[in-house]
């Protein structure tokens, strides 16, 4: 058990639908990182918060977005959903998201996404 | 360009042989990390073992080890006595420095069957 926690595990949903992912970091890691596996594209990082803000972007999609609130939880928007967004998704966290490179990321289960 | 390559989309083992998983990587950053990451039919990322770009040895967890060749910006991953239950996908991922941002990017994966 990495300590990550992420909800639902399986979200089956129609096209044009949103739905939102949850994650719960390790106790104490402040970053965390989203993430898009599809068979396709591999492992894409989506977003990165830290400690509450916005730290890095990348192959995030507009109909996408994302928080991390006060309590450090963060929460995947995901909008207008099209057959494409059928994948696996991934929260990560790690202690610090800045400045140190030796700190592995803890990833959660996922949540499988299917849209029909 | 790809920061991570994995060229073995699939790999077969006899168990208890040793089996290498390749990986290269691209970057000018002179401070960078390297992960290998698990992953079971079961979903979820466990990490393995990280490298350090400015580490004078090669990093080695129990049966995994990192064959690390700086020049030739290669990480292998090297398993010593294969198990049953280590046929799972097998991610390498780098970690940059400021120009990257820190940000963990992953190779496409090699799958790993380890035979009876």
């Known amino acids: 058990d990495s300590g990550v926690t992420q909800t639902p595990k399986h979200l089956i949903t129609a096209t044009g639908q949103r739905v939102t992912l949850r994650c719960s970091p390790r106790s104490g890691d402040l970053s965390v990182y989203w993430y898009q596996q599809s068979l396709d594209q591999g492992l894409q990082f989506l977003i990165q918060?830290?400690?509450?803000?916005?730290?890095a972007k990348g192959n995030i999609l507009e109909r996408f977005s994302a928080q991390q609130f006060p309590d450090l939880h963060s929460e995947l928007n995901l909008s207008s959903l099209e057959l494409g967004d059928s994948a696996l998704y991934f929260c990560?966290?790690?202690?610090?998201?800045?400045?140190?490179?030796?700190?592995?990321?803890?990833f959660g289960q996922g949540t499988r996404l299917t849209v029909v | 360009a790809q920061k991570i390559t994995q060229t073995q989309p699939g790999m077969f083992v006899q168990e208890k042989e040793a089996v290498t998983l390749d990986c290269t990587y691209d970057?000018?950053?002179?401070?960078?990390?390297l992960f290998w990451y698990k992953q079971p039919s079961s979903g979820e990322m466990i990490f393995l073992i990280y490298?350090?770009?400015?580490?004078?040895q090669n990093a080695t967890e129990g049966r995994y080890s990192l064959n690390f060749q700086k020049a030739r910006k290669s990480a292998n991953l090297v398993i010593s006595a294969s198990q049953l239950g280590d046929s799972a996908m097998y991610f390498c991922a780098m970690r940059e420095g400021p120009a990257g941002s820190y940000i963990p990017t992953f190779g496409r994966g090699t799958s790993l069957i380890v035979h009876p």
């Open positions: 990560a966290s790690s202690q610090q998201g800045w400045g140190v490179l030796n700190t592995e990321a803890f």
């Open positions: 970057t000018s950053d002179p401070s960078y990390g």
């Open positions: 918060y830290y400690n509450g803000e916005e730290r």
């Open positions: 490298q350090g770009s400015y580490d004078q």
